[in-house]
């Protein structure tokens, strides 16, 4: 079985360090016709390792031209690099020796696919995002109710459920809570954040109660960020419409919405204006929305809003001082307008820090209310 070598690679590792944007540029202009060359082959003398190279090439392509994925600039390189490789004449075996042409092509389109593997999770999780619909199953109902009332949670990061299959404690502060008698229905927004493991272990140090300052990989961290917040707008159509299917089974029943940090970009989404209407009531814990669209759209949307706010969020201030140019989210500062008053403040600021204490007082700041 060939494998690269350590002088391969390291060659390799140079080279792709050297990788601009004029070599993207011809593999996006040569990239098709190579493919297009390789399924000839493969139809006239069928290949299973030149079937598996298209693939994986192909994958990588995708990733290439998603204009809103995002990608570090070293993973670019390198899927720039492995693609160069695949369209060039320059080769450790030549193309045109029949039978195993192409094996040196296959073996470092791997390699460069097994360096970026967590990229080419996150492209996964990014389409299935970008993709769900009304036939994503995304409200996940834990606790039937009567019918009349439907609390659904979205709880967003620094969940302690971060690797579980389950909500417990979720479900379990909410149903302790005034919204959760006996008779409501409970449902979460089930949807993993795992996939995102920089962000959210350096928030795990930010928002401890030794206020700990730890080193971390600021590039990393601001795209497992900006794809958290990609995401969760894009699910807003298959939330929505799973709502519209709550409603549509249930016309009277009563929906309460609680959300948590980036959960809010999935309501707070222009595209969807029309369907705030379908919410009675909003609790926002720590949101990571702007202030302006609340005030402006969706306090005229929804009857009740009460938004949880804390000025010293240890885990908010540090992503929006360093990765939102300083702008404060509604979860460290009120939300101010004159049109609505069922639009409620409510800071919690006094006496916490951590926003993961959302989640542990829960129970409290519902029926504080």
Not at 80 to 99: A, K, M, Q
Not at 121 to 131: G, M, P, Q, V, W
Not at 321 to 340: D, H, L, S, V, W
Request: hydrophobic share 35%.
């Amino acid at each position: 079985m060939m494998k690269l070598s350590k002088e391969h690679r390291a060659i390799f590792e140079d080279n792709a360090k050297l990788i601009t944007s004029k070599d993207e540029e011809r593999v996006l202009e040569n990239i098709d016709q190579e493919l297009s060359k390789l399924k000839k082959i493969i139809e006239d003398k069928p290949s299973k390792k030149i079937s598996n190279l298209i693939t994986q090439a192909e994958l990588l392509v995708k990733v290439l031209k998603s204009e809103d994925f995002p990608l570090s600039e070293s993973s670019r390189k390198w899927i720039v690099f492995g693609l160069n490789y695949l369209i060039s004449d320059f080769d450790i075996i030549p193309d045109s020796i029949p039978g195993i042409g192409y094996f040196d092509d296959a073996l470092v389109i791997s390699w460069v696919s097994n360096l970026i593997d967590n990229d080419l999770t996150r492209f996964e999780i990014f389409n299935k995002a970008l993709n769900a619909n009304e036939k994503t199953p995304l409200i996940k109902q834990i606790l039937l109710g009567d019918g009349h009332t439907e609390v659904i949670l979205i709880p967003g990061y620094l969940s302690s459920e971060f690797y579980s299959d389950n909500y417990k404690k979720w479900i379990q502060h909410v149903k302790q809570s005034k919204l959760g008698g006996e008779s409501a229905g409970i449902s979460v927004f089930d949807w993993k954040t795992n996939y995102t493991p920089e962000f959210h272990n350096t928030l795990l140090m930010i928002d401890h109660d030794l206020n700990l300052k730890p080193k971390y990989d600021s590039e990393n961290f601001n795209i497992d960020w900006q794809q958290l917040k990609l995401d969760y707008k894009n699910l807003a159509k298959a939330f929505f419409a799973n709502l519209e299917q709550i409603k549509k089974q249930y016309p009277d029943k009563k929906i309460i919405l609680l959300t948590l940090n980036i959960g809010t970009y999935t309501i707070d989404n222009p595209e969807f204006e029309d369907k705030l209407s379908l919410i009675d009531d909003y609790y926002v814990f720590g949101g990571c929305s702007k202030a302006s669209y609340i005030s402006e759209t969706t306090s005229h949307k929804i009857t009740n809003i009460y938004n949880f706010y804390n000025p010293h969020d240890a885990a908010l201030g540090f992503i929006f001082k360093n990765f939102e140019n300083g702008e404060k989210p509604i979860g460290m500062e009120a939300i101010y307008t004159r049109e609505n008053s069922k639009l409620k403040n409510i800071s919690i600021g006094h006496h916490h820090r951590r926003h993961s204490e959302y989640k542990e007082y829960l129970t409290d700041l519902i029926d504080s209310i």
